[in-house]
């Protein structure tokens, strides 16, 4: 489980504002600009598989730490430029999580179990997909690793019971709350853009 920060009552406020009031938001569904997918590989024999979900010198890893990069963290962290993993589970089925974004941070996630619908929103105005909307499965079937850039709102609601995500962000959290007196994060409410969590048919 990640770390847990006390929200401030402004922040507070302003989000429970905002999930009772109806979105004037529009949004454009389609890919973001930097939001990565890539498609991981099951080695099986007699005894199960092997799957290798990350190595640091995977490119989509490189960029997070190229100095030339602006959103790369200030922060020197603790494990050489690697930040830390940690795994989230959602009991109960349909548990909203989010959404935040982060100013400095990359994230990449990974489901192990059940399955999950992982929401994308680019609030980078500099961006050429900004304000798009992007939703991606994922679950252990479908062996997929997402990175979502910094400046991006982002959150996942689990469509299957004890949904477990391993998380790994660039930097730790904590190093970031020591140097900067806060945590790398921007919170707003899951209806801030309306009903972006529902499986809709086709």
């Known amino acids: ?3 847990i920060y006390k929200v401030h009552p402004d922040d507070e406020k302003k989000a429970l504002i ?3 009031q109806p979105s004037s938001r529009k949004l454009t569904k389609g890919l973001i600009d930097g939001v990565t997918q890539t498609g991981l590989i099951k080695h099986w024999d007699e005894r199960g598989y092997l ?3 990350v190595r640091a010198s995977d490119g989509h890893m490189k960029e997070a730490f190229d100095p ?15 930040g830390q993993t940690y795994v989230v589970c ?28 992982v929401v994308v929103i680019d609030d980078r105005e500099e ?5 798009h909307l992007m939703s991606v499965i994922l679950s252990e079937e479908n062996s997929t ?4 850039p910094p400046g991006c709102y982002h959150g996942w609601v689990n469509l299957i019971e004890n949904t477990k995500l391993i998380c790994t962000g660039s930097h730790v959290y904590q190093d970031i709350v020591k140097q900067f007196g ?21």
């Open 51 to 53: 799957e290798e979900v």
């Open 1 to 3: 489980m990640g770390p």
């Open 90 to 117: 959602s009991k109960a089925p349909f548990t909203k999580r989010g959404l935040h974004k982060h100013g400095t941070l990359f994230d990449w996630f990974y489901c192990v179990q059940g399955m999950a619908k």
């Open 145 to 148: 690793l997402l990175r979502i």
């Open 18 to 20: 905002e999930m009772l």
């Open 182 to 202: 806060k945590p790398d994060e921007s919170r707003i409410g899951p209806m801030t853009y309306g009903d972006i969590w529902s499986i809709k048919g086709k």
């Open 68 to 82: 030339a990069n602006d959103n790369r963290c200030s922060v020197e962290c603790t494990s050489n430029n690697w």
């Open 127 to 131: 961006s050429e997909t900004y304000q």
